[in-house]
């Protein structure tokens, strides 16, 4: 018998045009094409003559356990997913799957794991670019996950101010997580924050939406949809989201010389180094320094007791200046 092989397919945002090469030379090379049935109807020209398993949304381990039944047999089975495999796709219940069949990577069924662009990325190019500074990806779907934990991370977003990609925000049965999730959002952030809400990226049925924290609620938002929230830096101008990476804090931006007090290629003057001089000289004690910065004392106190070392070395790239 041949040896099967699981191929866990990221078809990006369902358009042809946006797979990657490999992916769809896996779904050429699968005998079986399994997946949820709208993810199966994106790539319908693509599997035409092959044998195509159609799941349900809720049946993901029902897909991941058909393609190990599959790759038994010798086949080579696609499992797709929507987006990235690895990104609240397919991926995750796989190896479970395997893993609790016993499987390793030194079996003989291999596999192979087709990377795919995720919501967050399709949907932040057809905004501008919202992400250019640290962001993050919270799933509003409480099927699997307890909403405390949910709501922790709601609230360890928002007061660290990230952006913050809201997947699965709202369903037909899910409809307050999204209103919990503005209330914790609301907390630490201003009320015209920018929001974009993006549908069925790159799909026939697409929407763009901006509009502020305060009112995002008001919006078209269901499972098709994905819920930008910006940072308290990010901008909406001429119909574009914009997070600033951060060069105004060091260089002048129309004339890109570097600011006083700042070296090209070098951290910040608030940066670590001249953060840490700054504290030795605040005159404040760690549990002082703790309340106003919210971070643990444990951590201020140990950061005080730290040399500092000066690198002369530029480490950083055009592109992390």
Not at 289 to 294: I, Y
Not at 300 to 309: G, H, M, N
Request: proline fraction near 4%; hydrophobic fraction near 40%.
């Amino acid at each position: 018998m041949s040896t099967g092989k699981i191929m866990l397919v990221g078809l990006g945002p369902g358009s042809v045009e946006h797979m990657s090469g490999r992916a769809r030379a896996a779904i050429a090379e699968a005998d079986t094409i399994i997946g949820y049935v709208t993810y199966i109807r994106l790539v319908a020209d693509l599997v035409e003559g092959k044998e195509v398993v159609k799941k349900s949304m809720t049946e993901e381990l029902d897909r991941a356990i058909e393609a190990l039944d599959r790759a038994r047999q010798g086949k080579k089975v696609a499992l797709i997913s929507s987006g990235d495999a690895g990104v609240y796709g397919m991926a995750g219940p796989t190896f479970e799957v395997l893993f609790q069949a016993g499987w390793t990577p030194d079996s003989e069924i291999e596999v192979e794991i087709v990377p795919g662009a995720s919501a967050l990325n399709t949907c932040a190019a057809l905004v501008g670019a919202p992400l250019t500074h640290d962001f993050c990806a919270i799933s509003l779907s409480d099927l699997l996950t307890p909403w405390p934990v949910i709501a922790r991370r709601l609230n360890a977003a928002a007061a660290a101010d990230f952006v913050v990609a809201l997947y699965n925000p709202k369903s037909g049965r899910r409809a307050r997580q999204i209103v919990e999730a503005q209330r914790l959002f609301l907390a630490h952030r201003r009320a015209d924050t920018p929001v974009a809400i993006v549908k069925s990226a790159y799909r026939p049925k697409q929407r763009i939406e901006f509009t502020t924290l305060d009112r995002m609620t008001e919006c078209d938002i269901g499972m098709l949809s994905t819920v930008l929230i910006g940072n308290s830096n990010t901008f909406v101008r001429d119909g574009l989201m914009v997070t600033p990476r951060g060069y105004a804090n060091k260089y002048d931006v129309e004339s890109g010389t570097t600011r006083d007090g700042e070296k090209a290629g070098r951290s910040l003057s608030t940066g670590l180094n001249g953060w840490l001089e700054s504290l030795r000289e605040s005159g404040e004690s760690a549990e002082e320094l703790a309340r106003h910065h919210g971070l643990p004392v444990d951590y201020i106190t140990a950061a005080l007791a730290d040399v500092v070392v000066e690198d002369d070395t530029a480490d950083e790239g055009e592109a992390l200046a």
